[in-house]
């Protein structure tokens, strides 16, 4: 399918970053207007090149690791939509394009290419916003990464950033007093002695955030008059009927349109229940519940997902090919796409054991609501189930935990052999 389509070059050799004023420029005034505020640790002396890895909540992270760097030069990874109708642009600054939850060696040549010409490799290893403000799932082979490129390890935590613009509504709250920590994490001398498992173990350690108490232990004020809209997009199940996909908000006021049970989330980002008792005052304590519920279902052998969508294919940067209606269904294999274009069949598989998570989008590009986005080397699907009974964030748990399971299951059959 798609055959007589230009694939985005992935394998063309990242340029080493020009346009510096330009990136600069770009990035200053935000940082300015937000406050933000640089700490570095063991930084001190350090130079390029090293490995700098950056958690994710929202565009803004980009621009306070411009400024963490600054004076010298970096090459980012960035998906290949932040590449559409402007990859001239994007190479021009030093982005890499990278297709979501893939293993692709040809990435680890270009950040090996950054590395070895003496300049900074900028990773964002959870490989998409998070959610709730909190840290997601990191990939095992983080550890083999950081052993192959043989240089320091720097880790760039922002705060604030989901407070200010959460991926579920990403109207800029205007928040000022964020925060980022840069911290040399390892030395090269150090990744020498260091296995992966131990490498992994201090890079899930120093990746730990959570946006929501870092504003209640800061006292940050959000006066949004719209701070919980969308918020249900991430919170879909109600914990006092246990409805799911009856959610709904407006204003300050998250709600289950099945029981009438009502939260309004306060300016310290807090939840409190309008009547009776507040079962999750902490967003991301709800989250987490939601996830214990799909590994529940998924343990029990209930979890099934089957629907309808509409897809649209991203081959390269030059703008989004609609290949119409077709299936998706989610299930103890893994996700399996069927659809029919122009005639022609096709099908996308993604076992199980090939996804330790998925990337998600809410109200993607206005287009036709929530989406699913499923990667191969050569193409990026955007998935669009029709319907309203359904969450893409569910989606995304199981995901996660069905991973987990398998990996569970793998690792008691090796201790039995």
Not at 222 to 242: D, S
Request: charged share 30%; hydrophobic share 35%.
């Amino acid at each position: 399918m798609l055959d007589d389509v230009k694939r985005f070059d992935m394998s063309k050799r990242s340029k080493r970053q020009r346009l510096l004023p330009l990136a600069w420029a770009l990035s200053y005034p935000d940082i300015i207007k937000h406050k933000n505020k640089i700490t570095k640790v063991n930084m001190k002396g350090l130079k390029p090149p090293y490995l700098l890895l950056c958690n994710h909540n929202a565009f803004m992270d980009f621009k306070v690791a411009t400024a963490a760097v600054f004076p010298h030069r970096a090459n980012y990874v960035v998906a290949i939509d932040g590449f559409l109708k402007r990859e001239w642009l994007l190479r021009a600054v030093g982005c890499i394009c990278k297709r979501k939850f893939t293993n692709d060696i040809v990435l680890i040549k270009q950040l090996k290419y950054v590395i070895d010409r003496g300049d900074i490799a900028v990773v964002y290893p959870e490989a998409r916003y998070s959610l709730c403000g909190t840290t997601a799932v990191l990939p095992e082979s983080l550890g083999k990464l950081a052993k192959l490129f043989k240089v320091p390890v720097v880790t760039l935590i922002c705060h604030g950033h989901h407070i200010n613009s959460p991926l579920w509504n990403l109207t800029d709250r205007k928040l000022k007093g964020t925060q980022a920590t840069m911290k040399q994490i390892l030395t090269a001398d150090e990744l020498k002695t260091k296995s992966v498992e131990e490498i992994n173990e201090i890079l899930r350690n120093e990746f730990y955030y959570d946006d929501f108490a870092w504003q209640k232990e800061n006292g940050i004020i959000i006066n949004f008059p719209k701070r919980a809209e969308g918020l249900h997009k991430v919170l879909y199940q109600c914990p006092k009927c246990k409805a799911e996909y009856k959610m709904s908000s407006k204003g300050e006021i998250l709600r289950c349109d099945a029981c009438g049970k009502e939260w309004e989330m306060t300016e310290l980002g807090e939840l409190k229940a309008t009547k009776g008792k507040t079962e999750f005052s902490h967003i991301p304590d709800w989250y987490e519940w939601e996830r214990k519920n799909v590994r529940r279902e998924i343990n029990d052998g209930k979890y099934y997902f089957h629907s309808a969508v509409r897809v649209d294919s991203l081959p390269n940067a030059d703008g989004y090919i609609d290949l119409g209606k077709g299936t998706l269904t989610h299930d103890k294999n893994g996700f399996l796409l069927e659809g029919e274009y122009k005639g022609e069949k096709y099908v996308v598989e993604k076992p199980v054991a090939s996804l330790y998570s998925c990337h998600i989008e809410y109200e993607y590009l206005g287009k036709f609501g929530d989406c699913v986005d499923l990667n191969t080397n050569t193409d990026t699907y955007y998935i669009y189930p029709e319907g309203k009974d359904f969450s893409v964030t569910k989606i995304a748990l199981a995901t996660e935990e069905l991973y987990n399971a398998e990996m569970e299951r793998k690792k008691q059959a090796d201790e039995k052999n």
